[in-house]
């Protein structure tokens, strides 16, 4: 009888640190979690703390203002949300090769799922209160303030930027994964690269507009996937994931807004 044995790759405890509190964890019922995931964060991308961003000296646009506020409190919102912190999981189980493929889920409720998803969109969309127009004015007042603050300020908010391209192509546990592969794997050998179908940014659009949001953009994408239940299960794990690896990184880059524009000339 053979024996195929499975295994997931980790980081090494000691290489998960992190120098500053988890940005908004005092909001959350489970801080841990947070700590927990920012730990995960700062061993993939290694940010710098959000909350030493300079301080902005020059005043802002009522506009802009109001764009960075929203954003800072839809974060502050969000950070309170159960979903990310939940316990979740997804069992797939066969008693035989000839038996189809037994799911298992616990999950948050469709309440808490759809909660969370609407803000979710409002924070990672082109809204005018979202990360990227936010990431934008902040850039733009950066700039604006010339010499070594603007040009150690851009190099700052490039981090955060890089940081989300890469969470929409490659969730962040699986980031992890494979830095810890690449720390641990036999010098002169390929390393496995995980070839999934569908990238986070792939399934938030699937997700959201097969079912959360709206329902006929990507409601026979939805359907499709469902009619392999173990697919469908696998899938909308994957797809909350890769929100709460982005919501957290979401948090963070709303502490480097608070003191960005902490100053006396708000």
Not at 132 to 159: C, F, M, P
Not at 197 to 217: C, K, R, S, V
């Amino acid at each position: 009888m053979s024996e195929l044995r499975l295994e997931s790759v980790a980081p090494d405890s000691s290489e998960l640190r992190l120098d500053f509190p988890a940005p908004y964890s005092e909001l959350s019922k489970r801080p841990e979690s947070f700590e927990f995931k920012w730990k995960l964060l700062n061993y993939v991308f290694a940010l710098p703390d959000p909350s030493e961003f300079p301080v902005l000296t020059r005043p802002l646009s009522a506009e802009v203002l109001n764009a960075v506020d929203r954003y800072i409190h839809a974060c502050r919102t969000m950070a309170g949300y159960s979903l990310l912190v939940a316990d979740r999981s997804l069992q797939l189980s066969r008693a035989s090769l000839f038996e189809p493929v037994a799911v298992s889920v616990d999950m948050p409720s469709d309440e808490v799922i759809r909660g969370f998803v609407t803000l979710f969109r409002q924070l990672s969309t082109d809204d005018t209160a979202s990360f990227g127009v936010v990431k934008n004015h902040n850039r733009d007042a950066v700039l604006a303030e010339g010499g070594v603050l603007a040009a150690s300020g851009r190099r700052t908010i490039k981090l955060w930027q890089a940081a989300r391209a890469k969470l929409l192509e490659t969730s962040l546990d699986d980031l992890a994964q494979m830095k810890a592969l690449e720390a641990t794997w036999p010098k002169g050998l390929s390393i496995p690269k995980s070839e999934s179908t569908y990238t986070p940014a792939m399934l938030i659009d699937l997700f959201q507009y097969g079912e959360y949001i709206h329902w006929d953009g990507r409601r026979q994408d939805h359907e499709a996937i469902f009619r392999t239940p173990a697919l469908g299960a696998l899938l909308e794990f994957k797809f909350q994931n890769a929100q709460i690896g982005l919501t957290h990184l979401y948090l963070g880059f709303a502490k480097l807004a608070e003191a960005a524009v902490s100053g006396p000339k708000r």
